[in-house]
């Protein structure tokens, strides 16, 4: 009984961090078509915010809602100094943006040096059937669900998500009831970084920060988002779903290498069969 | 599938004579260097020539079959592991040279098919690469431990497999390749891969190809299985590409999990992009240019060499979209034309 908590908790616990560094990558790809290869880089941006914010005296809080707000404004700058020219040549995009990443790890590498930086928590430790787990992870998969619950609500329920949904179901034709599509990209790109920093800030009292820990997250959070599909919600969701089963049980058996091996293959072998993604096959939705 | 608009280059064009006299001229200049420089420009030299097959994989995949894949890496470092596992297991090195060589192909065979014939779009194609190349690379850190061998080879992990043999005769294992060899056998294969894959474009096969970049759809209509030509261009590609890590390996004596790396990943397309991916040339000359420019900006000491790649990087794909020579090329051509429409006839 024990061992079947411990590994569910496991399995939730590895769906969360990959709903967390995924999102926001999600979410841009939903809109645009636009994989943003930069994504591992604006995470490590987010962790640096918070660990900044919270030496300068923030509490952990604010530090999140800083590093969201402040790498939120900084994807609006890159969608407007880049991204903006590149639509409709996606690759182009996903070099551009490789190039950002290469360019944003080695300025932190020259601002803040190699060496990872930590933050100090206040978070114990609490017993959940027989075995010890830090709580904060428990906050983890909190923050997780409220991202996804907000993404939701803000697309379902505000005049912006409602405009985004158009845009994202037929750009065309929002655009001629006049919808400012650039304007749209624009607010969409800056959200999905904001989601990235604000994964990145709740990640560092468990990574701590470091210029190149993107490259730890990206390879799981490109699999979950193009094995997800053009549905942002509902793909990463799914996706997370089975890949964090799949890495949570494998990684606890063998190691967190022959997890994150089998999840390649197990989405390799499933992009035969469903080459749009788990989604694919759907037209609309969220 | 979409036309592709984004390559206003056409087909190969069937070379003329200079570019007889050109290739003719290249050798004649590559056989007699070793007599005229020192051994440290060789070996440098050697290396550019290596890497070159490298970024020659990528321009023909990514030029003329439209597929770009960010793997290449992958096939360059499980040629260099193969190659340095087979040969220090088995003591000779003729056949694990072709080993080194036949196994990535293998491998790029299954993993195109999965992609290729389950038809996912060019942009997933990209990143299922680029995250293979990471996750390759993160497997083989993760194998330090003694429990990891092939045979009698430790991985080591982090720490690459030192010790790689050189090259031998396959009827005198004492005859060992020196400096020169390495540097002729390097500019050799490089010339005879650039040499083949031009001719090759020039042939069915690659019209097919350059075909089914321009429209896939047309292509499939006239009865061409373009799924076939692309898995075979991608397998191809991952030969080449792993014919540079086997020589690699041969020339480093050491094979490393920085072959996989990341950075070298990005580097093979700066390469690539900075030398004009639309030709085969471009793409030589713009491994030598970036390679020695990153040595110069390593020894200058001028912050992170990552960080001017990066910005060579977004500024190529932003403004120089067609790579140097070509733009160098066009600009030439329009003031060859301006010159000629000045004379009074």
Same mark, same amino acid.
Request: aromatic residues 12%; positive net charge.
């Given at each position: 009984?024990?061992?079947?908590?411990?590994?569910?908790?496991?399995?939730?616990?590895?769906?969360?961090?990959?709903?967390?560094?995924?999102?926001?990558?999600?979410?841009?790809?939903?809109?645009?078509?636009?994989?943003?290869?930069?994504?591992?880089?604006?995470?490590?941006?987010?962790?640096?915010?918070?660990?900044?914010?919270?030496?300068?005296?923030?509490?952990?809080?604010?530090?999140?809602?800083?590093?969201?707000?402040?790498?939120?404004?900084?994807?609006?700058?890159?969608?407007?100094?880049?991204?903006?020219?590149?639509?409709?040549?996606?690759?182009?995009?996903?070099?551009?943006?490789?190039?950002?990443?290469?360019?944003?790890?080695?300025?932190?590498?020259?601002?803040?040096?190699?060496?990872?930086?930590?933050?100090?928590?206040?978070?114990?430790?609490?017993?959940?059937?027989?075995?010890?787990?830090?709580?904060?992870?428990?906050?983890?998969?909190?923050?997780?669900?409220?991202?996804?619950?907000?993404?939701?609500?803000?697309?379902?329920?505000?005049?912006?998500?409602?405009?985004?949904?158009?845009?994202?179901?037929?750009?065309?034709?929002?655009?001629?009831?006049?919808?400012?599509?650039?304007?749209?990209?624009?607010?969409?790109?800056?959200?999905?970084?904001?989601?990235?920093?604000?994964?990145?800030?709740?990640?560092?009292?468990?990574?701590?920060?470091?210029?190149?820990?993107?490259?730890?997250?990206?390879?799981?959070?490109?699999?979950?988002?193009?094995?997800?599909?053009?549905?942002?919600?509902?793909?990463?969701?799914?996706?997370?779903?089975?890949?964090?089963?799949?890495?949570?049980?494998?990684?606890?058996?063998?190691?967190?290498?022959?997890?994150?091996?089998?999840?390649?293959?197990?989405?390799?072998?499933?992009?035969?069969?469903?080459?749009?993604?788990?989604?694919?096959?759907?037209?609309?939705?969220? | 599938?979409?036309?592709?608009?984004?390559?206003?280059?056409?087909?190969?064009?069937?070379?003329?004579?200079?570019?007889?006299?050109?290739?003719?001229?290249?050798?004649?200049?590559?056989?007699?260097?070793?007599?005229?420089?020192?051994?440290?420009?060789?070996?440098?030299?050697?290396?550019?020539?290596?890497?070159?097959?490298?970024?020659?994989?990528?321009?023909?995949?990514?030029?003329?079959?439209?597929?770009?894949?960010?793997?290449?890496?992958?096939?360059?470092?499980?040629?260099?592991?193969?190659?340095?596992?087979?040969?220090?297991?088995?003591?000779?090195?003729?056949?694990?040279?072709?080993?080194?060589?036949?196994?990535?192909?293998?491998?790029?065979?299954?993993?195109?098919?999965?992609?290729?014939?389950?038809?996912?779009?060019?942009?997933?194609?990209?990143?299922?690469?680029?995250?293979?190349?990471?996750?390759?690379?993160?497997?083989?850190?993760?194998?330090?431990?003694?429990?990891?061998?092939?045979?009698?080879?430790?991985?080591?992990?982090?720490?690459?497999?030192?010790?790689?043999?050189?090259?031998?005769?396959?009827?005198?294992?004492?005859?060992?390749?020196?400096?020169?060899?390495? *540097?002729? %056998?390097?500019?050799?294969?490089? +010339? =005879?891969?650039?040499? &083949?894959?031009? !001719?090759? $474009? @020039?042939?069915?096969?690659?019209?097919?190809?350059?075909?089914?970049?321009?429209?896939?759809?047309?292509?499939?209509?006239?009865?061409?299985?373009?799924?076939?030509?692309?898995?075979?261009?991608?397998?191809?590609?991952?030969?080449?590409?792993?014919?540079?890590?086997?020589?690699?390996?041969?020339?480093?004596?050491?094979?490393?999990?920085?072959?996989?790396?990341?950075?070298?990943?990005?580097?093979?397309?700066?390469?690539?992009?900075?030398?004009?991916?639309?030709?085969?040339?471009?793409?030589?000359?713009?491994?030598?240019?970036?390679?020695?420019?990153?040595?110069?900006?390593?020894?200058?000491?001028?912050?992170?060499?990552?960080?001017?790649?990066?910005?060579?990087?977004?500024? *190529?794909? %932003?403004?120089?979209?067609?790579? +140097? =020579?070509?733009?160098? &090329?066009?600009? !030439?051509? $329009? @003031?060859?034309?301006?010159?000629?429409?000045?004379?009074?006839?």
């Amino acid at each position: 009984m024990e061992q079947i908590w411990t590994g569910l908790y496991l399995i939730v616990f590895s769906v969360a961090i990959l709903i967390l560094i995924s999102l926001g990558l999600a979410v841009i790809f939903g809109m645009m078509r636009v994989i943003n290869l930069a994504q591992g880089e604006f995470i490590m941006l987010g962790a640096y915010v918070c660990v900044l914010a919270s030496n300068a005296g923030l509490p952990l809080w604010a530090a999140y809602v800083a590093a969201a707000l402040l790498i939120g404004l900084f994807g609006v700058l890159v969608e407007r100094l880049i991204i903006r020219f590149l639509y409709g040549r996606i690759i182009d995009t996903l070099l551009a943006t490789w190039g950002l990443s290469l360019f944003l790890v080695g300025v932190v590498t020259t601002l803040f040096g190699p060496q990872g930086r930590s933050v100090s928590t206040s978070f114990g430790n609490i017993a959940l059937g027989g075995t010890n787990i830090s709580s904060y992870n428990l906050v983890l998969i909190a923050i997780a669900v409220a991202m996804l619950a907000a993404t939701w609500a803000l697309a379902r329920f505000t005049t912006f998500g409602l405009l985004v949904r158009g845009t994202m179901q037929d750009p065309t034709v929002a655009s001629v009831l006049g919808v400012n599509r650039g304007l749209m990209y624009m607010m969409t790109f800056g959200y999905g970084s904001a989601l990235a920093g604000l994964a990145g800030a709740v990640l560092v009292p468990i990574t701590g920060a470091a210029p190149t820990m993107g490259v730890f997250f990206v390879a799981k959070a490109f699999i979950t988002v193009i094995t997800g599909g053009h549905l942002p919600l509902l793909g990463t969701m799914g996706a997370a779903g089975l890949f964090g089963t799949i890495d949570g049980i494998v990684s606890y058996v063998r190691s967190s290498v022959a997890g994150e091996v089998s999840v390649l293959i197990v989405a390799i072998a499933l992009l035969r069969l469903l080459p749009l993604g788990i989604t694919g096959r759907l037209r609309s939705g969220l | 599938m979409t036309v592709n608009q984004e390559f206003a280059s056409d087909a190969a064009i069937p070379p003329r004579w200079w570019w007889w006299l050109f290739v003719a001229a290249l050798a004649v200049t590559l056989m007699v260097m070793p007599s005229y420089v020192d051994m440290a420009l060789q070996l440098d030299l050697s290396i550019i020539f290596i890497l070159a097959l490298l970024a020659l994989s990528m321009s023909f995949l990514w030029g003329y079959a439209g597929v770009l894949s960010f793997g290449q890496t992958a096939f360059f470092g499980l040629g260099g592991y193969s190659y340095a596992v087979l040969s220090l297991n088995a003591g000779v090195t003729h056949w694990p040279f072709v080993a080194g060589i036949l196994l990535p192909m293998l491998f790029a065979l299954v993993l195109g098919y999965f992609m290729i014939y389950g038809r996912i779009s060019d942009i997933y194609l990209s990143v299922i690469t680029l995250v293979v190349t990471l996750i390759l690379e993160k497997t083989i850190r993760s194998t330090s431990g003694p429990e990891y061998v092939i045979g009698s080879v430790r991985l080591n992990g982090q720490n690459g497999i030192p010790g790689v043999p050189s090259l031998q005769l396959p009827w005198d294992s004492a005859a060992q390749l020196s400096i020169d060899g390495v *540097f002729y %056998l390097s500019a050799a294969l490089m +010339l =005879l891969v650039y040499v &083949g894959l031009r !001719l090759l $474009l @020039l042939a069915p096969f690659g019209r097919v190809l350059v075909g089914i970049r321009e429209n896939e759809r047309r292509m499939e209509l006239l009865g061409y299985d373009s799924r076939k030509f692309k898995l075979a261009a991608f397998v191809l590609a991952a030969g080449i590409a792993a014919l540079a890590g086997v020589l690699y390996a041969v020339w480093g004596n050491f094979v490393a999990p920085e072959m996989f790396n990341l950075n070298q990943a990005a580097q093979v397309v700066i390469w690539v992009i900075v030398g004009g991916r639309s030709t085969l040339i471009g793409p030589i000359v713009g491994t030598g240019l970036v390679q020695y420019f990153g040595n110069w900006l390593g020894t200058q000491g001028i912050g992170q060499v990552t960080l001017v790649l990066g910005l060579v990087l977004m500024l *190529f794909v %932003l403004v120089f979209r067609e790579g +140097l =020579l070509p733009t160098i &090329g066009r600009f !030439l051509g $329009l @003031l060859g034309r301006r010159f000629r429409a000045a004379r009074p006839a």
